[in-house]
């Protein structure tokens, strides 16, 4: 950003003759010069900082320190299993554990690869697959399933997925993990078939070989499908924006359990994987503990289910 002072303008009309100007143009060039001088120093300040601060070495590493796991903000339920893992796991494998949610999914996995927090719990293997191709300088490796989310077929104006008529409009998530996800979940409802040999966990609305009931698809984001299910026949979602937008659980007319592709990842640092504060955090996530958590509290209850 530049910046316009009195002292760059002309002032030629206004400057007294002879000694005076001479007196006044001199003043008039000292603060350009310290202004310079001031900005070397900063800038020589800066690079200093970064080139010390590179050096610093990340929590995963330091014994004692808090391991932090993300998720993404406003997510209650993630937060809650965090927070019990924090209290009644971690002590037991040596460890202090705490919780941060940050904005979007590009900031949370930035921070995991970059060591500046221990790992997350926001995201299954294809997610995840889906961030590293985006951003091949990130660093991050699947360590441990913990848990499956709440994923179903949602409807407001059906109670079966028998009923849904032919032509019915049908949401589906608008990023392609997600997307493949819920087309995957139609077909074990037996409302589409997939061609033969596809990667299924990688399908798209190209790969449908059978459509019987000629369902048309919109994709929406995921807060907007749970806002805009009074407007479709049905929508394939995650169980916790619905609950969040107060939607009964009643509308959720097919849940089967999640295939593993799509359970929950503990994802962490690859170059912090075999320190022995990640060995313990990944350690204490596969505690039996957790599972039974999920099965039993009720901040997790049909949003995070047990493997």
């Known amino acids: 950003m530049s910046t316009t002072t009195a002292d760059d303008q002309?002032?030629?009309d206004?400057?007294?003759?002879?000694?005076?100007?001479?007196?006044?143009?001199?003043?008039?060039r000292w603060p350009i010069v310290a202004g310079l001088a001031v900005v070397a120093i900063l800038v020589a300040a800066l690079i200093g900082w970064r080139v010390s601060g590179s050096d610093t070495k990340s929590s995963n590493e330091i014994a004692g320190a808090t391991l932090t796991i993300v998720t993404a903000e406003g997510n209650a339920a993630e937060q809650a299993l965090v927070n019990y893992i924090a209290k009644e796991v971690a002590p037991r494998h040596g460890i202090k554990v705490a919780f941060k949610g940050l904005a979007d999914s590009t900031t949370l996995n930035r921070a995991v690869s970059d060591g500046e927090?221990?790992?997350t719990v926001y995201q299954h293997k294809l997610w995840l697959s889906q961030v590293l191709a985006a951003n091949p300088d990130f660093q991050e490796v699947a360590a441990t399933p913990v848990f499956r989310w709440g994923f179903g077929i949602w409807s407001e104006k059906y109670?079966?997925?028998?009923?849904?008529p032919t032509g019915a409009t049908v949401s589906l998530y608008s990023d392609p993990a997600n997307e493949?996800?819920?087309l995957s979940l139609l077909e074990r409802a037996g409302l589409i078939t997939l061609k033969p040999g596809v990667d299924k966990w990688k399908a798209t609305q190209d790969d449908i070989a059978g459509n019987p009931r000629d369902l048309k698809f919109r994709l929406l984001d995921f807060a907007a499908q749970s806002r805009a299910l009074p407007d479709l026949d049905a929508a394939v979602g995650y169980t916790e924006y619905y609950l969040a937008a107060n939607i009964d659980i009643a509308k959720?007319?097919?849940?089967p359990p999640a295939p593993d592709e799509f359970a929950g990842q503990l994802t962490i640092g690859t170059k912090w994987q075999n320190t022995d504060n990640i060995r313990k955090l990944v350690?204490?996530?596969?505690d039996p503990a957790v599972q039974n958590f999920l099965r039993t509290d009720p901040s997790a209850r049909n949003i995070?289910?047990?493997l």
């Open 10 to 12: 002309d002032t030629s």
């Open 14 to 28: 206004s400057t007294p003759p002879g000694g005076n100007d001479i007196e006044l143009r001199t003043k008039r």
């Open 117 to 119: 927090v221990a790992g």
């Open 159 to 164: 109670r079966d997925i028998n009923q849904l």
């Open 180 to 182: 493949a996800q819920g």
């Open 252 to 255: 959720q007319i097919f849940a």
């Open 283 to 286: 350690a204490a996530f596969k």
């Open 304 to 306: 995070l289910l047990p």
